[in-house]
């Protein structure tokens, strides 16, 4: 009896999970970006300049454990605290990062919140400036493959 009460309970939980994510749509979608880009967030809908869009999420670790783990997915909150974003249900992480954004990420009581800073048409690839460090440690060696880089404007 007890087993079947967590299992009716599990499947309540779970139901109601898959109709939220059915329910509320989502102004974007993830897909294929520019070449070299990999998968990047694609407006669906109009977004308005100073919308929220999407929290980047993941596992809050230390400073120390991000400077031992690596990796291209962690966003620093503050002194002591990363945000290690690898996991693929982190939608966010699929903004790509230009010299050109659109977007902008702002810490908002310890979490990172992606706002747009323009108006944002559908189709349009979400972006923003991953910052200073960022780019001289995973974009520089490489070449910066933004739009804005990439293909500059005459």
């Not at 979608?29 to 070449?35: D, K, L």
């Not at 999407?54 to 809050?60: L, Q, S």
């Not at 693929?88 to 903004?95: F, G, M, P, V």
């Not at 990420?105 to 992606?114: Q, Y």
């Amino acid at each position: 009896m007890h087993l079947y009460y967590e299992y009716a309970t599990i499947y309540s939980i779970t139901l109601i999970i898959i109709m939220k994510r059915t329910q509320t749509k989502q102004p974007f979608t993830v897909r294929r970006a520019a070449a070299g880009a990999g998968l990047g967030l694609f407006a669906t809908a109009p977004i308005k300049k100073g919308a929220f869009i999407i929290e980047y999420t993941g596992e809050k670790i230390t400073n120390a454990e991000a400077d031992r783990r690596g990796g291209r997915y962690l966003f620093n909150i503050n002194s002591k605290w990363t945000l290690d974003g690898k996991e693929h249900h982190n939608t966010a992480r699929y903004i790509n990062h230009s010299c050109q954004p659109n977007c902008e990420s702002r810490i908002v009581g310890g979490k990172v919140k992606i706002y747009a800073t323009e108006e944002i048409i559908p189709g349009e690839e979400l972006a923003y400036d991953y910052g200073e460090e960022y780019f001289e440690e995973f974009l520089k060696p490489h070449g910066c493959r933004c739009v804005k880089c990439h293909h500059p404007k005459k």
